[in-house]
């Protein structure tokens, strides 16, 4: 049975940082790409990064470039998202989901075939 669980999150002040964790079982995580969502209250949910784990490739959406930071522990089967320089308006329930590569349009969410439950980070100014 393929799961990605992701945890991690918590309740932290503006400037902290942060680090998720997406475990995965039931299929190799060098075999896919691993994506971060995240949804804040009333909005849509949006792309945050992918790393092709295979190469260590990344993206990452405008809001977060320069503060986040995706990659992964093949040895563990756990892909990790580093938050630093948090804001308010990262507050939302993040996500890690799994794809074949990313390609095209990284966050299309259609594209990603496995979810994780989500975790709350929670940012005050």
């Known amino acids: 049975e393929v799961q990605l669980v992701d945890s991690g999150g918590g309740l932290l002040q503006a400037g902290e940082s942060l680090r998720l964790s997406c475990g995965v079982s039931?299929?190799?995580?060098?075999?896919?790409?691993i994506g971060w969502f995240r949804q804040a209250p009333g909005k849509e949910r949006e792309g945050v990064s992918c790393i092709n784990v295979n190469d260590g490739s990344t993206y990452y959406a405008d809001a977060v470039k320069g503060r986040f930071t995706t990659s992964s522990d093949n040895a563990k089967s756990t892909v990790y998202l580093v938050m630093n320089n948090l804001k308010p308006e990262d507050t939302a329930v993040y996500y890690c989901?799994?794809?074949?590569?990313?390609?095209?349009?990284?966050?299309?969410?259609?594209?990603?075939?496995?979810w994780g439950q989500g975790t709350q980070v929670t940012v005050s100014s």
């Open positions: 989901a799994a794809r074949w590569v990313c390609g095209g349009s990284y966050f299309a969410k259609g594209q990603y075939n496995y």
């Open positions: 039931g299929f190799s995580v060098d075999d896919y790409a």
